[in-house]
């Protein structure tokens, strides 16, 4: 188990004499049900998307193994690097820019972690074990058939979505097509595929059956962001102490001034962290709103306005709000606008071919019989069209001519090629002994890749 410790007296129980356990109530509510509806929208895209083709390409493919990228059918290799980089900054900057306004939403609701964890994992563990309370006094319990009945079940589930989840995991990896293989070939043809498809299992089974929400409080750097990215402007999900101090029960005659919060704890009980959202603005929290649900249900029945917990600027709270426009959120808006700019201009005006163009080793020309000059050239061509494609090799300048060494004429789907050809020109036509010359190559009638390179020859050799 894990030394990390979650300060939670409430729900905690002693599972390990270094880690506090968290039992979370099972939250329900009108934010719940909303976040069910993202989240399960969420799992259907993540399940359905590396399976998805377009144009005969994976709708979402990182091979890094090949290093391959499929995006929306877009195929993208190694020489499309300053692309991808492009459009991982786009995405840091949303998030960020995300975080700026609304702070950790997007752990609560849109994580894959928690999406998983609260919504599929914990859920099965409501259903086998029962609601929080039942849960802790069956672990501190005796062990008894019963107990270890359901705890078998409970992680042979587990175990089963995990070896699904690392499936799905592997398809984004290595595409759909490897993995139906991988899985319809006999086992001794893909061994290496087998290997990764246990190991990720465990790691899955291991991070949704034990390591839970260390992943959100510990060993994920973007929890540990908040504290620069947050500010006052920021609306996070809060506790009004205006309104709810001082707590307590609620009495129905008293001459002194109470607080709206009865001291209910449910939303500590309902926290997938375990933390007291009342103590303030905490790294741990996830922002998944569960406890706003349970105060507002409290709230409901004695009577008071809803929202005692919400989403607030910590400024607002606080009384130190005085801006009225984030000058933060508009920086990074025009960050973002900017490499989304670049990013649009680089991906319309990618080539369909990506072309090196090489002076053959140890050469400069040639002179021939026949009057003429000659260099010796040799280009590699990778195609990135995602199809076979015909093509042809032609020079700008109308006095050299190509000679090819090795006629090619097709690329293959995502193959390549190397050529090997001669750029010729007449003794008369030279007028300088280096010159730069433009090379363009041609799918039928459309330019696809245009290449710079220079040629030697002395003039006066009439």
């Given at each position: 188990m894990s030394t990390v410790v979650v300060n939670n007296a409430n729900n905690g129980g002693s599972k390990s004499k270094k880690r506090q356990w968290i039992y979370a109530k099972k939250p329900q509510g009108a934010l719940?049900?909303?976040?069910?509806?993202?989240?399960?929208?969420?799992?259907?895209?993540?399940?359905v998307a590396p399976f998805i083709k377009v144009n005969g390409e994976p709708f979402l493919m990182f091979n890094i193994i090949e290093r391959k990228f499929s995006i929306l059918g877009n195929l993208f290799y190694p020489q499309d690097l300053y692309i991808f980089v492009f459009g991982m900054l786009i995405i840091m900057v949303c998030v960020v820019l995300f975080t700026v306004v609304f702070g950790r939403v997007w752990c609560g609701w849109t994580c894959p972690q928690t999406i998983f964890l609260e919504l599929i994992f914990r859920r099965i563990e409501y259903w086998i074990e029962g609601d929080w309370q039942q849960q802790k006094k069956c672990d501190e319990g005796p062990d008894t058939d019963q107990k270890q009945m359901k705890k078998l079940l409970k992680h042979g589930i587990f175990l089963i979505i995990s070896f699904f989840i690392s499936n799905i995991f592997l398809a984004y990896i290595i595409g759909s097509d490897a993995l139906i293989?991988?899985?319809?070939?006999?086992?001794?043809?893909?061994?290496?595929?087998?290997?990764?498809?246990?190991?990720?299992?465990?790691?899955?089974?291991?991070?949704?059956?034990?390591?839970?929400?260390i992943v959100c409080i510990a060993i994920c750097p973007y929890g540990r962001l908040q504290g620069v990215l947050?500010?006052?402007?920021?609306?996070?999900?809060?506790?009004?102490?205006?309104?709810?101090e001082p707590r307590g029960k609620q009495q129905k005659s008293t001459s002194t001034s109470q607080g709206d919060c009865v001291d209910c704890k449910l939303c500590v009980h309902v926290c997938p962290t375990g933390i007291d959202i009342r103590k303030g603005l905490q790294l741990e929290c996830v922002s998944c709103t569960a406890c706003i649900d349970a105060c507002d249900a409290v709230m409901e029945k004695i009577g008071k306005p809803k929202k005692l917990i919400g989403f607030y600027p910590m400024g607002e709270i606080e009384g130190t709000l005085k801006k009225k426009s984030n000058i933060?959120?508009?920086?990074?808006?025009?960050?973002?606008?900017?490499?989304?700019?670049v990013f649009g201009f680089l991906l319309f005006n990618r080539s369909l071919v990506d072309g090196r163009l090489l002076r053959a080793k140890g050469s400069t020309y040639q002179l021939r019989d026949d009057k003429t000059i000659s260099n010796l050239y040799a280009l590699e061509l990778i195609n990135k069209s995602?199809?076979?494609?015909?093509?042809?090799?032609?020079?700008?300048?109308?006095?050299?001519?190509?000679?090819?060494v090795n006629p090619i004429q097709k690329l293959g789907k995502d193959g390549h090629a190397t050529l090997s050809f001669f750029l010729i020109i007449a003794n008369k036509d030279v007028e300088t002994y280096k010159s730069n010359i433009k090379l363009s190559i041609y799918s039928g009638d459309k330019k696809v890749e245009s290449l710079k390179t220079t040629f030697i020859a002395p003039p006066g050799m009439n």
């Open positions: 719940y049900r909303k976040r069910q509806w993202v989240g399960y929208t969420l799992l259907l895209f993540l399940f293989k991988i899985i319809s070939d006999p086992l001794d043809q893909h061994i290496a595929g087998l290997i990764s498809i246990i190991v990720f299992t465990l790691v899955f089974y291991a991070v949704f059956a034990y390591i839970r929400e947050l500010d006052d402007q920021s609306i996070t999900v809060a506790y009004d102490h205006r309104r709810g933060r959120a508009v920086a990074y808006s025009i960050v973002l606008v900017a490499l989304m700019s995602g199809k076979e494609m015909p093509f042809r090799l032609v020079c700008e300048d109308p006095k050299l001519k190509i000679q090819l």
